[in-house]
Every structure is written in structure tokens, then in C-alpha cells.
T-cell receptor
Framework: GEDVEQSLFLSVREGDSSVINCTYT??????LYWYKQEPGAGLQLLTY?????DMKQDQRLTVLLNKKDKHLSLRIADTQTGDSAIYFC????????????FGSGTRLQVQP | KAGVTQTPRYLIKTRGQQVTLSCSPI?????VSWYQQTPGQGLQFLFE???????NKGNFPGRFSGRQFSNSRSEMNVSTLELGDSALYLC??????????????FGAGTRLSVL
């Protein structure tokens, strides 16, 4: 079955870059996503990438996809204290199903 | 454009009761999916509705059910509540356009506590 794995915790200093990594097992994954969850809140879609892309950049966010290794990363440039949250990687195949498979989330702590 | 709206935000119920949660999708979105988030199991897919039909279902017992109305609003129901049903229930909506069909936008969730 599908499986998505992430490291549990990452601590960085304000102003540094953060890199959150994710691996997935489903080779039919067509869409890969990054969501952010702040305490007591729902999931905020940060960005997504199609499997036919290697990289996507959106302001401070850069997503890299290595389809051969089934590895996805999210880089946040100039990390701010407001970036402290849990970041979820998710995937879905292009079968018309809407079910997302999520990783367990990476807690990002930004130290001033 | 308003986002996904879930009501209520918080609920407290006792074991054995039933509960109904509501979700209004983004205007124009016809697909609504439900997820359960718990500390132990993480985020798990419950079911998806499109045009009032359940199109996909996760691995949950029959106590969990849902429906969708003609205006795309959706409700989920949990009967005979158990302590383990305490969770954050998240609703997501997506459009049916070819490019955006798999892009899901989430609401703030309903936090259910079962005592």
C-alpha cells in the first residue's frame, strides 16, 4: 500500500533555510503536496508539484522532486518564527480518487 | 472567495451518542472529502463525495457515514461514539477541472471530544 514518511522534528535559527524531507512508496503518485498546520488550525496548502516536474519555486518555497528515489523536499528560505508549524507531505495518484495519503508531519521549530 | 467552512468548531459528546458534522465547500467545488486526524494514527481518509454520490471510502467502520446535498454541502455522521473517535475532523474540497481536480483545500476542522 501507499506509505509516506517524514522526519518528526527540525529546528533552525531565524533567517536560515529549512529543508523538510519526505519519501513515498507509491510509484503511481502523480500529485505531491506540502501542507502547513499551525496549532489548533486546519491544513493550509502551501504548494504542490506534479510528478512530471523536478522543481517548483514559489516565493520563499522551493520543492524538489526526485522521482527515481521517490524523494520530495521542501526548502523554506529565510525562515521566520511565523513558519513554526507542522508540515505534512501528501501524495495522490491520478486515478480520479481524491484520497490523499499523508506523512506523519515534521514539526519545524524556528529559534529567534 | 470564502474558503471551506466547517461547523461546529468544537463538540463534546459522551460514549454511545451520535454526532453530525457539517462542511460547506469553496463555491464551485463539487468534491468534498473528509479526514480524521488523531495523535496516534495521523491523518486518515474517511470518504469522498461528488455530485451527491460517495465516490471513495477509507478503512473505517460503518458507524462513520456521510452524505452530500445538491448544493455540494456535506455532512458526516458518527453513530455510537467511542472514546477513540475523539479527533480533529477535517473537510476538504476540490474542483473538477482537469488541472485542479486533485488539489484539495481544507477547512479549519471540527474538534470532537468523546467523554
Amino acid at each position: 500500500g501507499e506509505d509516506v514518511e517524514q522526519s518528526l522534528f527540525l529546528s533552525v535559527r531565524e533567517g536560515d533555510s529549512s529543508v523538510i524531507n519526505c519519501t513515498y512508496t507509491d510509484s503511481s503518485s502523480t500529485y505531491l503536496y506540502w501542507y502547513k498546520q499551525e496549532p489548533g488550525a486546519g491544513l493550509q496548502l502551501l504548494t504542490y508539484i506534479f510528478s512530471n516536474m523536478d522543481m517548483k519555486q514559489d516565493q520563499r518555497l522551493t520543492v524538489l522532486l526526485n522521482k527515481k528515489d521517490k524523494h520530495l523536499s521542501l526548502r523554506i528560505a529565510d525562515t521566520q518564527t511565523g513558519d513554526s508549524a507542522i508540515y505534512f507531505c501528501a501524495e495522490s495518484p491520478d486515478t480520479g480518487r481524491r484520497a490523499l495519503t499523508f506523512g506523519s508531519g515534521t514539526r519545524l521549530q524556528v529559534q529567534p | 472567495k470564502a474558503g471551506v467552512t466547517q461547523t461546529p468548531r468544537y463538540l463534546i459528546k459522551t460514549r454511545g451518542q451520535q454526532v453530525t458534522l457539517s462542511c460547506s465547500p469553496i463555491s464551485g467545488h463539487r468534491s468534498v472529502s473528509w479526514y480524521q486526524q488523531t495523535p496516534g494514527q495521523g491523518l486518515q481518509f474517511l470518504f469522498e463525495y461528488f455530485s451527491e454520490t460517495q465516490r471513495n471510502k477509507g478503512n473505517f467502520p460503518g458507524r462513520f457515514s456521510g452524505r452530500q446535498f445538491s448544493n455540494s454541502r456535506s455532512e458526516m455522521n458518527v453513530s455510537t461514539l467511542e472514546l477513540g473517535d475523539s479527533a480533529l475532523y477535517l473537510c476538504a474540497s476540490s474542483s473538477n477541472s482537469p488541472i485542479a481536480k486533485n488539489i484539495q483545500y481544507f477547512g479549519a476542522g471540527t474538534r470532537l471530544s468523546v467523554l
